[in-house]
């Protein structure tokens, strides 16, 4: 039997339906698309009903989506408390500008904190889960946060200096956590604060940043905190301070330590601190006369000065000073004690001043094998976080909360110890905030282990091969300042050491990533291990001239930093067997295209989700390009890589306000370099 095809009047009602429907669709398409990837975040829960993970429209009253409030198109309140809900909070909450309130406390929800948050929170809880890592920079910037609870997580390592732009803070609750170390300096910017909740951490110092807050409530039980209590925390209505190692009763005049200064307030003490004040003042000035009419003397007497130093062996020994000013060379680290050609007054004053503003070597730590095979579980299979041809690296934790990574080698691969402390030495003179610093080793007969601090966010190759649709997807402007970041600790190695570090293994595996995406380059200072670095490199990262032994120079190191950068713009792997043969090796796939500014688009990440300015776009294809040249000779250093991709950031910046260095939680689809 045929079908009558419905009169044009009813035809015409069905589409005026259909059109009318997605007309009155009430809720903002960008909130949808953030709590249809918290959905899925959370394992789609059915404790949440109405919620979909693909569309739908909470703001309908004919739609109610379970905990969630509107305003209009708006989603103003995430109300999701005590609901046994699992999984992670997404990666898409920053897109939610409306958003006053996001409460999921007293769940099992577990990971990192997501750096994306809605930005104009009032009140954020998340009490009661499992939440580990570290604060998200992306808090620094909620202006309008007036409740902060994350008691009773699993957070973990120092306070970041986060709450210098938080006026209207008023209650935080940070209990029940694993913190560690002092209080940050930002504290005192807290003017609002009321309720202040630290108990049960391992947050250790002094607590005279506090005093002059104004709290009603202060709860420091159960950590490790110093010193005295100063006066005025006593006199607020609610103080817990059980529980700690402070002293007890007032603090000696002058004695407040960790205070910037005396206290100027009106007060019987004034008259006794003052006085100890310039007293003190007095006898310095005293003592520094006498220091320098002994050293006066003594040049009367020496026409070359010589000053003690520590040697590698921890011996003293003594460096000629007159011979230090004819030095022409030092070190990434110290001054060395054995003098070198002249070089002019100018030249030695800028090299002195470079060496200043970079600080002292570490001291790294000498650790028992005992105690770190403990601490992995007798490196267990459990705790291999990574593998390559230098070692295999371990997670390890202690009792204290502390989370380390020991990179441990083949005891075969050094001919003694003294060839593996030469590595230590070397490593421990490189300092920079993108580059792995290490914090200690292990020289026990049978191991050879280095120690570093845990980067809570593994690498950049798991961020971009490794996570699926709804884990966390890095934004463009993180991208480039991952890419700014690796530069500069490249530039670091090649440019201000002296000698100069190849590096030699610079691959998106070896960019690792801290709580807040900051990028940090791993491996520096193991050419030991390289000779073949088409073996440690992998396919993919090769320049073209180390195809022979020793055709690795430092330009080397820039092609592979492009590669990184094109696996940054495209999403792509460095090498991907699983593609057609014309596709394999992303240079050679991309790079014919990275002057099309239409072929660009097609290469862009899908999980960037079109949310990048195509100029963007284009001018860091530029980089891409004059880096993975196949001449060394043609390709730029890497302070010029730097000079270009932070004349990037600014441009990124110009427009519209971004917070830090590395910030990560801001839409990139307005802005234009």
């Known amino acids: 039997m045929a079908h009558r095809r419905p009169p044009p009047i009813a035809r015409l009602a069905v589409i005026l339906s259909v059109v009318v429907a997605v007309a009155v669709a009430k809720t903002d398409k960008g909130d949808v698309e953030a709590l249809n990837v918290l959905f899925t975040s959370m394992n789609k829960p059915s404790e949440l009903s109405g919620w979909k993970a693909d569309g739908g429209d909470p703001c309908d009253d004919d739609d109610e989506w379970k905990g969630i409030d509107c305003s209009g198109s708006d989603v103003t309140e995430i109300d999701l408390s005590g609901l046994g809900l699992s999984g992670t909070l997404g990666y898409k909450l920053s897109s939610m500008k409306s958003v006053t309130k996001l409460d999921v406390s007293n769940n099992n929800l577990n990971g990192d904190i997501p750096y994306s948050l809605p930005p104009n929170l009032v009140q954020l809880n998340l009490q009661g889960n499992s939440f580990s890592g570290g604060l998200p920079f992306s808090i620094s ?282 590595i230590v030495n070397s490593i421990s003179k490189l300092r920079h905030a993108n580059i792995c610093e290490i914090v200690g080793y292990c020289s026990d007969p049978g191991y050879y282990m280095l120690v570093y601090n845990y980067q809570s966010s593994g690498s950049l190759y798991e961020f971009l091969h490794l996570s699926d649709d709804y884990s966390k997807p890095l934004t463009w402007d993180t991208r480039v300042r991952i890419a700014l970041g690796t530069a500069r600790a490249l530039e670091y190695l090649h440019e201000v050491c002296s000698p100069s570090v190849i590096h030699k293994n610079v691959k998106s595996s070896n960019v690792l990533l801290d709580a807040d995406l900051n990028p940090r380059l791993s491996d520096c200072g193991l050419t030991f291990f390289y000779e073949d670095t088409s073996e440690s490199l992998g396919p993919g990262y090769s320049a073209p001239e180390c195809t022979r032994s020793s055709g690795y120079v430092m330009k080397s190191d820039v092609y592979s930093f492009g590669v990184v950068m094109l696996e940054l713009l495209t999403g792509r792997k460095a090498y991907d067997s699983s593609k057609p043969r014309a596709e394999q090796c992303l240079v050679k796939f991309v790079t014919p295209q990275l002057h099309d500014i239409d072929a660009l688009g097609t290469l862009a990440d899908p999980a960037l989700r079109g949310l990048y300015p195509p100029k963007a776009l284009s001018r860091f294809a530029d980089v891409i390009a004059r880096c993975v040249q196949s001449d060394p000779e043609f390709r730029p250093s890497m302070s010029e890589v730097s000079q270009m991709l932070t004349g990037c950031i600014q441009r990124t910046t110009s427009n519209r306000r971004i917070g830090g260095p590395l910030s990560t939680s801001q839409r990139s689809d307005t802005s234009d370099w």
């Open 141 to 422: 910037k909620m202006s309008d946060l007036e409740t902060l609870n994350l008691g009773k997580n699993h957070l973990n390592g120092q306070l970041a200096d986060i709450f210098s732009h938080l006026p209207k803070l008023s209650t935080m609750d940070l209990s029940f956590n694993r913190f560690s170390g002092n209080l940050p300096h930002s504290f005192q910017s807290l003017t609002g604060i009321k309720t202040l909740n630290l108990e049960d951490n391992q947050f250790s110092g002094h607590i005279d940043i506090l005093a002059k807050l104004p709290l009603d409530d202060l709860n420091l039980q159960n950590n490790k905190f110093t010193g005295w209590i100063p006066s005025k925390l006593k006199d607020i209505d609610s103080l817990e301070t059980g529980g700690n190692p402070l002293s007890s009763g007032s603090a000696p005049p002058g004695m407040m330590k960790g205070s910037s200064a005396v206290s100027s307030s009106s007060g019987g003490n004034d008259g006794g601190i003052n006085g100890f004040a310039i007293g003190a003042m007095v006898i310095a000035v005293l003592l520094a006369a006498l220091i320098l009419l002994s050293v006066l003397k003594r040049k009367r007497s020496s026409p070359v000065s010589s000053h003690y130093y520590m040697d590698d062996s921890g011996h003293s020994s003594t460096i000629d000073m007159k011979s230090l000013e004819n030095s022409s060379s030092m070190d990434c680290r110290t001054p060395p004690a054995v003098p070198r050609k002249s070089i002019n007054d100018n030249e030695f004053e800028n090299k002195l001043n470079n060496s200043r503003r970079i600080s002292d070597p570490i001291s790294p730590v000498t650790y028992l094998s005992s105690d770190l095979q403990t601490a992995t579980g007798s490196f267990h299979s459990s705790r291999l976080i990574g593998q390559g041809t230098t070692g295999r690296v371990y997670k390890a934790k202690y009792v204290d909360g502390r989370v380390l990574a020991v990179k441990k080698f083949d005891p075969l691969s050094f001919s003694g110890s003294s060839d593996f402390m030469e």
